[in-house]
């Protein structure tokens, strides 16, 4: 099932086209890579398709699945405030909000999904512990499980890896491939080309031209 599609699409700001006539569709249980250089339009890119800034020309369109409420999002970390005076519990349980409706308390059911994922990452045992505390990678980790307490079934993630050393990256993408293997559909922004070609189903690479690769296999 296709989950979105981009016809035609430009991406910028005011006038300034970043990116244009892409050309692309992401179906559901796909690991889509956005790949390409600083100022490529990356992160442009991923803001349309999130709805937080307008197309300057073509379209996407939607399918019914498509939820912004239900997306869980990752932001790159240098717009993540690191010093947030919370617990990590408070953090990866406020991802559930959305989830509230009417009702802005949590229940068993958001207090049990929080949970959960804060066991998927293995970091249950920092639950008590001031989110400015915990070291980078740690802090990655909760911001990550937040996102997976919004999400229901895509997980949408700006350079989930960056600044952090080889083993940190490979575990950090690791788990998120584990999460794609049970279904949920990944859509990563990355530098990083040799993780997005062991790791990525569909392959988007952004600069001065563009091309959008399925299974290697350049289109």
Not at 117 to 143: C, D, T, Y
Not at 187 to 197: G, N
Not at 204 to 212: A, E, I, P, S
Request: proline share 2%; charged share 20%.
């Amino acid at each position: 099932m296709v989950l979105l599609e981009c016809k035609q699409l430009c991406v910028g700001y005011g006038s300034r086209i970043v990116q244009g006539n892409l050309n692309f569709s992401i179906e559901k249980g796909d690991y889509f890579f956005i790949i390409g250089e600083n100022g490529s339009g990356k992160s442009t890119l991923m803001k349309t398709m999130l709805e937080f800034i307008k197309p300057l020309a073509g379209i996407i369109e939607y399918s019914s699945e498509w939820n912004r409420k239900k997306i869980g999002y990752l932001p790159q970390s240098s717009e993540i405030q690191k010093t947030f005076p919370a617990t990590v519990w408070e953090i990866v349980r406020s991802g559930c909000q959305s989830s509230l409706g009417l009702f802005p308390f949590y229940g068993r059911a958001a207090e049990s999904k929080a949970m959960i994922n804060m066991e998927r990452l293995g970091i249950q045992n920092f639950a008590k512990k001031g989110f400015k505390e915990l070291s980078g990678g740690q802090q990655q980790r909760v911001l990550l499980a937040r996102a997976l307490c919004a999400a229901s079934s895509v997980l949408v993630l700006d350079e989930p890896a960056k600044g952090f050393d080889a083993d940190i990256t490979q575990t950090m993408y690791s788990l998120v491939k584990e999460l794609n293997d049970h279904g949920m559909t990944v859509i990563t922004i990355s530098h990083d080309l040799d993780a997005a070609s062991k790791y990525g189903n569909k392959i988007l690479t952004l600069g001065k031209t563009w091309k959008f690769e399925v299974n290697g296999d350049a289109r």
